[in-house]
């Protein structure tokens, strides 16, 4: 159909408008993220998982911990000093667009999309650049703007993605872009959150979609081509940082657009979740972008959702006060009926629920439910691409296979000399359930979405502290004689159990 796009993701509004051909290049679309609680807490036994799993993590045996190290290559870390210097010089709303995603000093060394096409990425690419201004616009004021980068350079995301690229995936039906996955694997990484890409091929002088907002951080990379967009504020505050996607609007709902522009190739384009947008294009030039979105249902709401909860349950278990029965007469004052009464038992009641739920906050398990979303996440993502020097300093590196759970033709052991360090950063989480500690993992993650379940470890007890240094320690390497354990054979246990899994690197080549 000439007048549509073609689009590759997985937003159900859009499939059943658009029932086109779908490509999932690299990823999925972020899905609404969910905290599923560990087995038993929804049976009464809440506080007896939350108290063992912590006493599993605090075993108290008044270890020097090593002191987490900066990491120096972190584009995030150099980033946020840079962005806060130039939100000092001058109102965020008013800050020149390059300069806000180019002022990391991290950015100026990272490689461009183009290193992507000559194989497997370094670990910092221009993705990090587009993270630094992405948390950095979310811990902003509500009055956060579009953004627009021109690099005036046609081929800075040559190498990503191109029409001849989807050309060859609808002919050999490969669903899949490896160098947008590569791609999205380090946003994800940096950002600590899903990131998804929807990639939109639209034929000359024609529109894809009626103005609409997502619910979504959106990042819109140019490719080929041009494209005139139009980007308007949420017209009311509830629309501000929306939590779903909206309907589509005429242009008589909208009002001056904030932005109005054609983006050429190697351009970047931000706008926030609730802002409306619309592109087409013109003057018989097709276009080819690619929309990185992320950040969905990422918000401190859905943290409370599953906090509060837990947190009720947790004061009724421990404190009188909310096990207390409400006033037998309650229902004679309050209610809607009773909103503009004056009765003074009315203001007693109101106080009281103003005091407990103060209160709850004593009893709000947020690690545990932090650990969940982690643990949520970690299966959420995609799984980590290697750079030549992670395979070759890890099991992938050499001549064996995982096979029936099991590792065939090992030829190489860890001694207690072995220098070590985790794969890559963020990609496993230690989580406590049911009295239990498990490590999730994403090297075992499928490039669909929640195609294989949750993938885990069991750490045990005499373990945990090796584990926490190996998890904080990353990038430094640690001896497996210094790991935290109360024998040898711990130490070589774990250290051995984890680089089986693909879960360590070391500093020399297995012999």
């Not at 005036?152 to 993605?161: I, P, V």
């Not at 669903?175 to 929807?198: D, H, I, K, P, R």
């Not at 030829?411 to 990609?427: C, K, P, R, Y």
């Amino acid at each position: 159909a000439p007048a549509e796009e073609w689009w590759a993701g997985t937003t159900q509004r859009r499939l059943e408008a658009h029932p086109l051909p779908r490509v999932h290049c690299g990823s999925r679309r972020p899905e609404p993220a969910s905290c599923r609680l560990p087995p038993g807490w929804r049976e009464g036994r809440t506080m007896d998982g939350l108290r063992a799993s912590a006493g599993l993590l605090r075993r108290g045996r008044l270890r020097r911990r090593r002191q987490p190290q900066p990491h120096s290559g972190d584009p995030l870390a150099g980033g946020a000093a840079a962005l806060s210097d130039v939100t000092r010089r001058e109102p965020y709303g008013h800050l020149g667009p390059a300069e806000l995603l180019e002022a990391s000093p991290a950015s100026r060394s990272l490689q461009t999309p183009r290193a992507l096409a000559s194989g497997p990425p370094p670990r910092l690419v221009e993705a990090s650049a587009v993270l630094c201004s992405a948390q950095h616009l979310a811990a902003a004021p509500p009055s956060r703007e579009a953004v627009l980068v021109r690099r005036q350079d046609h081929t800075y995301y040559q190498g990503l993605f191109s029409t001849a690229d989807l050309d060859s995936m609808l002919r050999n039906e490969e669903a899949f872009s490896t160098t947008v996955w590569q791609f999205l694997a380090v946003l994800q990484e940096q950002f600590g959150s899903m990131a998804g890409s929807n990639v939109y091929l639209t034929p000359p002088n024609s529109q894809g979609f009626a103005p609409h907002y997502d619910d979504i951080e959106a990042f819109v990379l140019q490719l080929e081509g041009r494209k005139l967009w139009r980007v308007y504020r949420p017209r009311v505050p509830t629309e501000e940082l929306a939590l779903t996607s909206s309907p589509n609007f005429s242009q008589e709902d909208l009002g001056e657009p904030v932005l109005q522009t054609v983006l050429e190739p190697g351009d970047l384009l931000y706008f926030p979740r609730g802002f409306i947008h619309q592109a087409e294009c013109q003057d018989g030039v097709h276009s080819l972008h690619l929309t990185v979105s992320t950040y969905q249902r990422n918000t401190w709401g859905d943290f409370l959702e599953a906090v509060l909860p837990l947190a009720v349950q947790a004061a009724m278990e421990e404190n009188v006060e909310f096990r207390r029965g409400l006033p037998r007469d309650f229902m004679d004052y309050m209610g809607a009926q009773h909103s503009e009464s004056k009765d003074p038992r009315r203001t007693a009641f109101m106080e009281k629920v103003r005091v407990l739920v103060a209160r709850l906050g004593h009893f709000a398990p947020v690690d545990a439910v932090a650990d969940q979303r982690a643990k949520d996440f970690i299966h959420d993502s995609l799984p980590p691409v290697l750079t030549d020097r992670e395979r070759a300093l890890s099991v992938y590196g050499l001549p064996i296979r995982w096979e029936t759970g099991e590792p065939v033709n090992v030829g190489a052991q860890l001694t207690t000399e072995t220098e070590v360090h985790m794969l890559q950063d963020g990609i496993a989480r230690l989580v406590g359930e049911g009295g239990h500690l498990f490590l999730y993992y994403t090297v075992e993650n499928s490039r669909v979405y929640h195609l294989e379940e949750p993938k885990c470890l069991e750490i045990y007890p005499q373990q945990a502290d090796a584990m926490e240094l190996l998890l904080r320690s990353y990038p430094e390497f640690v001896r497996v004689a210094d790991l935290p354990c109360d024998s040898v054979e711990d130490q070589l246990s774990l250290a051995t159990m984890l680089y089986d899994k693909g879960l360590l690197l070391t500093k020399m080549p297995l012999t």
